[in-house]
Structures are given as C-alpha cells and as structure tokens.
C-alpha cells in the first residue's frame, strides 16, 4: 500500500510518478497542438523527437534514483505522448485526485493504474465533470494551496485554459483548513511568450522560503504582490519572458536544498548555487519544446 503524503513541493521526495518519452508517437498536426510552443515547432520542423527526448527522461530518472526515490513509470501506450504526468493527477495531502483533463489523454490515466491500485481507494478522488483541474496549475506550499486558473469569460475559447474557477471552488471546499488561493494567469492560443499554460510555468517555490517567478505571467497584478509579500522581493529569482518560454520556473526539487535545473538555465543557476542549493543540471532543452519542462513530467506520491 502506498501511504501518500504531500504537504509542498520541497520536503525530501520518496516516491513519484516519472512520464516516458518512448513509443511518443508521430510529430502532431498543427490542429492537434495543445500548446503554442509545440505549435510554433510543428510548423518549424524542429518539433522533438523521441530519440532525442527518451535521454533527457532517462537522464532526469538516473538523478531521482541517485537520491534513492521510487520511480514509477507508466505503461507503455503505443504512439501516445505520455511525457507529462503532472497533468493528469496530483496528490494534496493523503488524496489522490484525478485530473478531468482533455478526453483524448484519459488514457494516460489507464496507464499508471497499476500505482493507483497500491492507494487506499477512498483517497481516489475523481472530481465532478464540470471540474477543469490540472496538477500543473495546483502547487503546495504547507498550509497554502496556490491553483493557476484563467477567469476571462472567453474562457472555453482558450485550450491553454486548464483550470477553471470550478476547480478552485473544488479544492476549497476539499480543503476547508487551508489558504486556497487562486493566481489569475495570461494565456494565449498562438504566442509561446504570452501563455502561461499553468501555474508552474510562472511561478515556483524552491528551498523553504524562496521562489522562481514571472511578473508578467500575471493578468492581475495584485496576484503577483500576494506572492512577493508571501515569499519577500528579496527571495524571489524574476525571470523575463524569455526565460519564462524556455522554461525556467520549471525545475524539480527532490530536498529543500537539492534541486534539478535544466543545465543551459546558466543565471537560475548559478543564483541557486549562492542560495546553498544543490544543482543536478540535466539536458531537458527537448522536452521544453512542447511548453513542460521538470516538474511536467512529475507526479509526486510521497515526500517527507
């Protein structure tokens, strides 16, 4: 039996869920973007290949086992793209929640039941349909829960809209004994540079008090100030937006002073490394081209 436990994102990691990049499928059509990132690489041509993304995971599950964390992997569905876990469930304490994500990825799902068999199943929960909720925009930080969303009313005309007020409203009434706050994100259809497909994509903590943070990511900038007076200015690494693109605010912490970078993020760095950190930089530039970096491709089930 799997005992979860998450109260953050930084305590020490014992057990997670790490997508595959193999059997990833044929490079998709520009109508089957999710994303404008992928978009913009489908119709450049350099959209990754599973030759190239299949080192980069294995690279990133080598440092997990390094720290002796269980690494789960999913099943293997042929010709699927099933590199980010993140999306399709997360764990908020001892529960295990379901993501209501896009229909065409529910298989991804049926992919790791064999680790959903290990949980008590009263603490599988799956939302109610009109629920939008996906693990990248839901982020712990202990007594907080911080959920990406979008509130504009064009809302249904945005599939880099992942989560909606109903999903905040979910996880409120879920979990009456804590700070539920919602952070109002950009999005866009076309422009890379303008979307903030989920909450991590903008915003992270790392360490005990410190965090990676895009001001512009944003629509509400009383958003961006809950978190500078939450976390202090001082604490907080800003990146610009073409930081943000490549994915900067998208590491992985494994302790609250280890952290996995990609290892072009040069300034992040080498910041991190004046903050005490240990950084474990692995090639993640592939992955990155279809807007999900580390923490993407994660699904932790336990830490300390």
Not at 5 to 22: D, F, M, P, W, Y
Not at 155 to 163: F, K, Q
């Amino acid at each position: 039996m799997l005992t979860l436990h998450i109260k953050n994102e930084t305590s020490r990691l014992q057990a997670v869920v790490l997508g595959t990049a193999k059997s990833n499928g044929p490079v998709p059509s520009i109508e089957e973007a999710y994303d404008p990132k992928s978009l913009q690489h489908i119709k450049a041509g350099t959209y990754p290949k599973e030759e190239d993304m299949v080192p980069e995971m294995e690279a990133f599950s080598a440092v997990l086992k390094k720290y002796n964390v269980e690494v789960f992997r999913p099943e293997l569905i042929e010709n699927c793209n099933q590199i980010f876990s993140r999306d399709i469930a997360f764990v908020i304490d001892d529960y295990f929640i379901k993501s209501n994500i896009l229909p065409d990825r529910e298989k991804e799902l049926d992919a790791i039941q064999y680790v959903i068999d290990q949980m008590n199943p009263s603490k599988v929960i799956t939302p109610p349909e009109e629920v939008h909720i996906e693990g990248g925009d839901v982020m712990l930080w202990n007594d907080y829960i911080f959920i990406g969303t979008y509130k504009g009313k064009d809302y249904p005309n945005y599939i880099t809209a992942r989560t909606n007020m109903h999903g905040v409203q979910f996880i409120k009434d879920m979990f009456p004994g804590k700070t539920v706050k919602e952070f109002d994100l950009n999005k866009s259809n076309t422009i890379a540079r303008d979307n903030a497909l989920h909450l991590d994509c903008c915003f992270q903590p790392v360490g005990k008090n410190k965090g990676i943070i895009h001001k512009e990511g944003f629509r509400d900038l009383t958003d961006y100030e809950y978190l500078v007076r939450l976390f202090g200015h001082e604490n907080l690494f800003h990146i610009s937006k073409d930081e943000m693109y490549h994915m900067f605010s998208n590491v992985f912490s494994i302790d609250s002073n280890i952290v996995v970078s990609e290892k072009n993020f040069t300034r992040l760095n080498k910041w991190l490394q004046e903050q005490d950190f240990t950084v474990e930089e692995i090639p993640y530039a592939e992955i990155a081209k279809q807007e999900g970096l580390l923490r993407c491709s994660t699904m932790p089930l336990i830490r300390n």
